[in-house]
C-alpha cells in the first residue's frame, strides 16, 4: 500500500480555520487552499525526483480582503496542468483570507514544490528556466501598491511504500 505523504498537509492539520484571521504570514493558508485544489498523485506514480519553483502574489483591498491573486505566468505545462493557476486565482480571490497587516498591499512570495526520493533536488536547465521567469506580471493598479516580500515557502512530498 502507497501513502502519499504532504509535509504542508502535516503542518496544516492544526491550523484548519485560521484563514479568516488576520495574521501577518498567511503563506500556510494560502498552502492550504493550493492543497485541497490540486492533486499529485499521478505526478507522485511516476517515482521521479522533482522541484517545481512558481511564484504567488496576492493583492489586497484598504480592507485587507483579497482583491487578486497571481501566479507565475509561464508555468511548465505539467505544473500548470497540476496548479490550474487561474482557476486557483479566482478561487483565492473569492476567499475568506484576510490580512489586517497587508491592507492595500501587494505580498509576493516564491514557492518550491519537490519530491526527493533522495536528499537533493533535481537542479537541471529546465529548473533553472522556471527560476528565472519565477514573478509573475501585475495589472496596472497592483504596480502602483507596495510591494512585500515574504521568505520562500517549500512543500515536500515523501512516499511511504509498505
Same mark, same amino acid.
Given at each position: ?7 504542508? @498537509?502535516? =503542518?496544516? &492539520? ?5 484563514? #479568516? ?14 492543497? $485541497?485544489?490540486? $492533486? ?20 489586497? %483591498?484598504? !480592507? +485587507?480582503?483579497? %482583491? ?6 509561464? @508555468?511548465?505545462?505539467?505544473? &500548470? $496542468? *497540476? ?5 486557483? #486565482?479566482?478561487?483565492?480571490?473569492? $476567499?475568506?483570507?484576510?490580512? +489586517?497587516?497587508?491592507? %492595500?498591499?501587494?505580498? =509576493?512570495?516564491?514557492? *518550491?514544490?519537490?519530491?526527493q526520493p533522495t536528499m537533493s533536488i533535481p537542479f537541471d !536547465? ?5 527560476? @528565472?521567469? @519565477?514573478?509573475?506580471?501585475?495589472? #496596472? ?10 521568505q520562500p515557502y517549500e512543500n515536500t512530498f515523501y512516499i *511511504? !511504500?509498505?
Open positions: 500500500m502507497k501513502i502519499f505523504l504532504n509535509l504542508e @498537509l502535516l =503542518m496544516l &492539520a492544526g491550523s484548519i480555520g485560521t484563514i #479568516a484571521q488576520p495574521q501577518r504570514d498567511f503563506r500556510r493558508a494560502v498552502g492550504q487552499e493550493i492543497s $485541497s485544489r490540486t $492533486s499529485w498523485t499521478s505526478t507522485l506514480n511516476t517515482h521521479k525526483p522533482f522541484a517545481y519553483f512558481f511564484a504567488v502574489a496576492i493583492s489586497f %483591498d484598504k !480592507d +485587507g480582503k483579497v %482583491d487578486t491573486a497571481y501566479f507565475t505566468e509561464n @508555468l511548465r505545462e505539467e505544473i &500548470a $496542468s *497540476i496548479l490550474k493557476p487561474k482557476e486557483l #486565482a479566482t478561487h483565492l480571490m473569492k $476567499s475568506n483570507l484576510i490580512s +489586517g497587516w497587508y491592507k %492595500d498591499k501587494v505580498v =509576493m512570495y516564491p514557492v *518550491i514544490y519537490r519530491y !536547465d529546465i529548473a533553472m528556466r522556471d527560476w @528565472l521567469k @519565477l514573478w509573475p506580471g501585475f495589472n #496596472a493598479r497592483d504596480k502602483q501598491r507596495q510591494l512585500v516580500l515574504l *511511504i !511504500d509498505n
